[in-house]
């Protein structure tokens, strides 16, 4: 791949071991260098404040979901710039329509750009050619893109 992907950190968060294990192979093999966890609260812990690249997380996770650890994370890095992954039988506009009465950072999700959704299942190719695609935007780390 083009060297827009070489050396760049990813911090990869989903708690199936094979997940975490496909992405890991398929983004090294690509130049990316690639931490992975499959507990959120370990990953939490061990979060190293502007040394990632990007942050991938799984949405439905037990212990915190997606959300939740990414709220986490701004808390320690706001710069920090996140993409999630989708289970195959849930959708981006599901995400955008779903109405919450919770904080205003939860209702923020409904805001995210299509882009920062990858959805299982995914093949190696469009795993980097999507990567690459959110790392090349240049998106603001900031959940609110307009």
Same mark, same amino acid.
């Given at each position: 791949m083009g060297s827009a992907t070489k050396g #760049?950190? &990813?911090? $990869? &968060? =989903? =708690?199936?071991? =094979?997940?975490? *294990?496909a992405f890991k192979l398929t983004l090294e093999s690509a130049g990316f260098i690639v931490d992975t966890y499959q507990d959120p609260l370990l990953a939490l812990s061990r979060f190293k404040p502007s040394y990632y690249n990007l942050v991938i997380l799984d949405i439905k996770m037990p @212990? *915190? #979901?997606?959300?939740? $650890?990414? /709220?986490? *994370?701004?808390?320690?890095d706001e710069q920090v710039k996140v993409c999630f992954i989708t289970a195959g039988e849930m959708y981006y506009n599901d995400?955008? #329509?779903?109405?919450?009465?919770? /904080?205003?950072?939860?209702?923020?999700?409904? @805001?995210?750009d299509r882009e920062r959704f990858l959805q299982k299942p995914i093949s190696n190719a469009d795993i980097v050619k999507r990567i690459n695609k959110i790392m090349m935007l240049n998106l603001s780390p900031n959940i609110q893109n307009t």
């Open positions: #760049n950190k &990813v911090l $990869l &968060v =989903d =708690d199936e071991p =094979d997940i975490t *294990m @212990k *915190m #979901n997606g959300f939740e $650890l990414y /709220s986490e *994370m701004r808390k320690r995400i955008r #329509n779903e109405k919450r009465e919770e /904080s205003e950072e939860e209702e923020q999700y409904c @805001k995210l």
